[in-house]
Structure formats: C-alpha cells, structure tokens
C-alpha cells in the first residue's frame, strides 16, 4: 500500500502551523523558489501540495497543467496576512466545470 505524501509551500509565518501537524513545509520568499519547490515535489510523487496564493498567482499556467492530472492536487490557500480570493476562485471555477453552474457563489433573486 503506498503513503500519500502532503506539502505545503509558502512563507515561514504561513506554514509553520502545519508543520506542527507533520505536514511537510517549504519555506519560500518568491515565486521562482516556489516554482522550484513544486517541480520537486510534483517529482517526488506528492499527492496534495498546498502553495500560498501570494506565490501561486505567479505559476498559474503550471499549476493549471497540473490540475489536469489526477496527483498532486494543487490547492491554493491563503498567507497569514489573508486571502487573494484565488483560491475561492479556483474552487468556484472547477465547480462550474464539474456540474455546469455556479452552485457556491450565486445570488439568490
């Protein structure tokens, strides 16, 4: 049977609550280190792989590549300063392309 691995990428403040949980954390200070980062762990077979949204609006074409792949799933989360809205974008928009309508955000009349 063969072990899910779990990272996260993202600035020291933002991740290191999730290392105390053993969630593996890559520290970065910008997006060529995060890009860097994730081409490691999309190598070394990570299933799930957290990126700071701070980092991720910058590698949008790599992690849209990846996101036609079954693994890693390349979730977006926010920094410790608070959310881009990236990451609630990206779920709105993979929901509308799943059922064909926006479920999550619409405004009732």
Known sequence: MST???AVIGDKD?????????VATFPVTDSEA???VLKRLVADHYAV?????E???ELGEVIDE???RFLPAVVLIPNSKGSLGLGMQKIKS???KAIGADILFRKEG
Do not use: D, H, M, W
């Open 4 to 6: 899910y691995k779990l």
């Open 14 to 22: 933002s991740i290191l609550g999730f290392k105390t949980l053993g």
């Open 34 to 36: 995060a890009l860097s």
């Open 49 to 53: 792989i957290l990126i700071a949204e």
């Open 55 to 57: 980092f991720a609006r």
């Open 66 to 68: 990846l996101n036609k």
């Open 94 to 96: 993979n929901v509308e």
